[in-house]
């Protein structure tokens, strides 16, 4: 596209969305780097609980050697450019998704995948169970979908699997599927 990045917008701290980070950083220097308050401290490897949040183990692959500091701590509601951050904890407990207002298009990193099958984050697909094994808290998870399905979002871009355009009836569906499971057998 010939232009210049500005900006580096991370969902969260998983090893997978975030291992580039200081190489990315390297050629970008100029380029601020966003992540949740909650999450820079994963960023950091420190997987403790705070008080206020369920005491569900942390799961999947937290960095221990990300050298990048963060320029801007993200909160609910922060603008970023065209971005609206969403917290949507669950997957860790500082996972943020964007909405992009001038085009409806919802960044959500893990909180749902669409790879082989659309899913709250949290839920097997058996053929991709990756993100599901590496979610935090599988209640918060569901809360931050319904969350996220009252956007409206046009296009639905998630870390694992292909944009949806039009995700309404497919999140629905996710949606169903997490709290029948949930449910059956609990956070």
Do not use: C
Not at 57 to 76: F, M, N, Q, Y
Not at 150 to 162: I, M, Q, T
Request: glycine share 8%; hydrophobic share 40%.
């Amino acid at each position: 596209m010939n232009k210049p990045v500005n900006r580096i917008v991370l969902t969260h701290a998983h090893g997978d969305h975030v291992g580039a980070l200081d190489e990315l950083k390297k050629r970008l220097p100029a380029a601020r780097v966003y992540i949740s308050e909650r999450d820079s401290a994963l960023l950091r490897g420190d997987r403790s609980l705070r008080a206020d949040e369920p005491q569900t183990p942390i799961k999947g692959s937290v960095p221990a050697r990300i050298a990048t500091v963060p320029d801007i701590l993200v909160r609910e509601g922060d603008a970023i450019g065209s971005l609206t951050a969403i917290a949507t904890p669950g997957h860790t407990p500082g996972s943020m998704s964007f909405l992009d207002v001038r085009t409806g298009a919802l960044v959500v990193g893990d909180a749902f995948q669409t790879f082989r099958g659309t899913a709250v984050s949290g839920t097997v697909i058996p053929l991709f169970p990756f993100p599901a094994m590496a979610t935090w808290n599988k209640t918060r998870a569901l809360e931050s979908a319904l969350k996220l399905i009252r956007v409206s979002p046009k296009l639905l871009a998630a870390g694992h699997g292909n944009l949806l355009k039009a995700p309404g009836e497919q999140m629905k569906y996710a949606i169903h599927q997490a709290e029948a499971l949930l449910k059956k057998v609990g956070s």
